[in-house]
């Protein structure tokens, strides 16, 4: 079944710096590619996604790239903020569940500094 | 926007007792539903595939007879922790995909589940 790694763990950054969050999956099958912010406390939500006929999407200060060769996925956040320290976790699609059958990678402790 | 409404936030119960958790669809109807544990500092792990009128879809490992799901209607899902021990302590997540082709995922707000 499919597997999804999520590098770093942890991640601390000044504020205004920009984060990136990388995540690699097993199954080629894979077609959407979801990236979840988790408050404490609270159930993940969904910040921005990829589908595998686009390369990069951006969202504001938020953007995703994806390189289907290669089989990673990357999110990028510019000019950080305090209020984007959270658990941010990507997540790819098992195609034999359909598509919304979700494999969520380990999770990254983003903390921005003032 | 779609919303997954999830009841309660927090229960605390006693070894050997069953817990029923709610997930419900507000505004959009789902005929599928997932339901996710997660442990402290940990990622989610998809328990079942909570399917309307029809029999949900366990994933390997996951008793079936110690975690009940019932789909009886397109907007509301239950979760029943049956005989509940210490070790089911965990924070239980209902997510639901949105009106439309290929809409996105949408989580509850979680019941975190004390078994004392």
């Known amino acids: 079944g499919e597997n999804v790694e999520q590098h770093p763990s942890t991640l601390s950054v000044q504020e205004g710096d920009s984060a990136v969050i990388k995540c690699t999956y097993s199954?080629?099958?894979?077609?959407?590619f979801p990236w979840y912010k988790q408050e404490l406390g609270k159930g993940p939500q969904l910040i921005i996604d990829?589908?595998?006929?686009?390369g990069e999407k951006k969202d504001q200060r938020i953007a995703v790239t994806l390189n289907k060769t290669a089989k990673h996925f990357s999110l990028h956040i510019t000019e950080t903020q305090p209020e984007d320290s959270a658990v941010y976790f990507c997540?790819?699609?098992?195609?034999?569940?359909?598509?919304?059958?979700?494999?969520f990678g380990a999770g990254t402790r983003l903390a921005v500094h003032p | 926007g779609a919303v997954v409404s999830q009841h309660p936030s927090r229960v605390i119960c006693k070894s050997g007792t069953s817990v029923k958790i709610e997930c419900r669809s507000l505004?959009?109807?789902?005929?599928?539903m997932f339901w996710y544990r997660q442990f402290p500092k940990q990622s989610l792990m998809l328990m079942a595939t909570?399917?309307?009128?029809?029999?949900?879809?366990?994933e390997q490992g996951v008793e079936k007879d110690k975690f009940l799901i019932n789909h009886a209607s397109l907007t509301l899902s239950t979760l029943t922790v049956t005989s509940a021990h210490p070790e089911d302590s965990s924070f239980y997540i209902c997510?639901?995909?949105?009106?439309?082709?290929?809409?996105?995922?949408?989580f509850g707000n979680g019941t975190r589940l004390t078994v004392t």
């Open positions: 997510s639901a995909p949105g009106q439309g082709y290929n809409s996105p995922l949408h």
């Open positions: 505004d959009f109807q789902a005929t599928t």
């Open positions: 997540a790819a699609n098992s195609p034999s569940g359909g598509y919304n059958k979700l494999i």
């Open positions: 990829i589908r595998s006929n686009v």
């Open positions: 199954d080629s099958a894979s077609n959407y």
């Open positions: 909570s399917n309307e009128g029809s029999k949900a879809t366990y």
